[in-house]
């Protein structure tokens, strides 16, 4: 059965999809990332490593590996982009806030 012309989303729902991707992979995640790094340093730092503080900071990292692989890495292969392009969009929207949040952390305790 050949698929009829325009028989997939309306173009609305596929470019309301698009934005919406791109704000999740251009803001949230770059967000989030940033301030979960600065907790998970401060947690680390801080030396109280207590059952409620680190359980939290446990879901907190499971949370930012879901975010990376599912909203992030999924999104860009499904999109048709190489797996090393994928990788890439990884590095910039969720490794590099991650680690200048914990940089942040790291400069600020040192003052």
Known sequence: MTPQPGSGPP???RDGHKILA???RLVLA???LLFSG??????LISGQYT???TSRVFALTLTIAILSYEFIYKE??????TVDGA????LYSCIIPYMA???LMVALWKL
């Open 11 to 13: 173009r609305a729902a």
């Open 22 to 24: 791109e704000t999740i």
């Open 30 to 32: 770059p967000a989030v």
């Open 38 to 43: 600065f907790f998970t340093a401060n947690f």
């Open 51 to 53: 059952w409620p503080r």
């Open 76 to 81: 860009q292969l499904a999109r048709g982009a």
């Open 87 to 90: 990788r890439r969009v990884v």
């Open 101 to 103: 949040g914990v940089l």
